[in-house]
C-alpha cells in the first residue's frame, strides 16, 4: 500500500495513527518512505557517522532491539527489490510517496480551491482519506478517523486472515 498526496497533507501524521491500529490488530508492518534527494539517519559525531564519513559503502549499527543500515547506492531501486530484500515477515509494506509505483494506494488530501485529488488521475487509488468530506467516485473517510480506514485496508487488501481483533475479518 502507498500513501500518497501533496506535500503538508498530513501522510505521515495519518500512518502515526494507522500503524497501531494495525499492530493492535496482530499485523506486521514495514515502512518505506521514499525521498527525493539524499538524506542522512545517523548523527553527526556519532560512530556509525564517523565510518559513513570516512568512507565506508555500508555502515551498519545493531543492538539487541534493532539494526539499522546505510548503503550507498548508484540508482533508485525499484520498490519491489527493495521489499524482497529487506522486508522480512512483514504483513503490510506501507510507502510513503512511490506515487509512479502501481500499486493499492491510499490518496490523503486536503480540500484547496482549484486542487483536485490526485485519484481523479491515477486508477491505482483505492479510498481518499479527506480533511472533510468530498464527492468521488471511490470510498472517502475523514482523514482524522483512522479506524475505519484500517477497516477498510484491512478487508480490501485481503488481510483478514492475519489481522485479529474489532473489524478484522
Do not use: W
Amino acid at each position: 500500500l502507498s500513501v500518497i498526496g501533496r506535500s503538508n497533507t498530513g501522510k505521515t501524521t495519518l500512518l502515526e495513527k494507522l500503524i497501531p491500529i494495525f499492530r493492535s490488530r496482530g499485523l506486521r508492518i514495514g515502512t518505506i518512505k521514499h525521498h527525493a534527494r539524499d538524506f542522512d539517519i545517523d548523527k553527526e559525531g556519532k560512530d556509525s557517522y564517523r565510518h559513513k564519513k570516512a568512507g565506508a559503502n555500508i555502515a551498519m549499527i545493531t543492538s539487541p532491539e534493532k539494526i539499522a543500515l546505510v548503503e550507498d547506492v548508484g540508482q533508485d531501486y525499484p520498490l519491489a527489490e527493495l521489499v524482497k530484500h529487506y522486508m522480512r515477515d512483514i504483513d503490510l509494506v506501507i510507502t510513503e510517496g512511490y506515487k509512479r509505483e502501481h500499486m493499492p494506494k491510499l490518496e490523503v488530501y486536503v480540500h484547496k480551491e482549484g486542487q483536485k485529488p490526485l485519484a481523479e488521475e491515477d486508477p491505482d487509488v483505492i479510498a481518499i482519506a479527506a480533511d472533510k468530506p468530498i464527492e468521488a467516485h471511490l470510498p472517502v473517510f475523514l482523514r482524522d478517523d483512522p479506524i475505519p480506514i484500517a477497516d477498510f485496508l484491512i478487508e480490501r487488501l485481503k488481510l483478514g486472515s492475519r489481522a485479529q481483533g474489532p473489524g478484522s475479518s
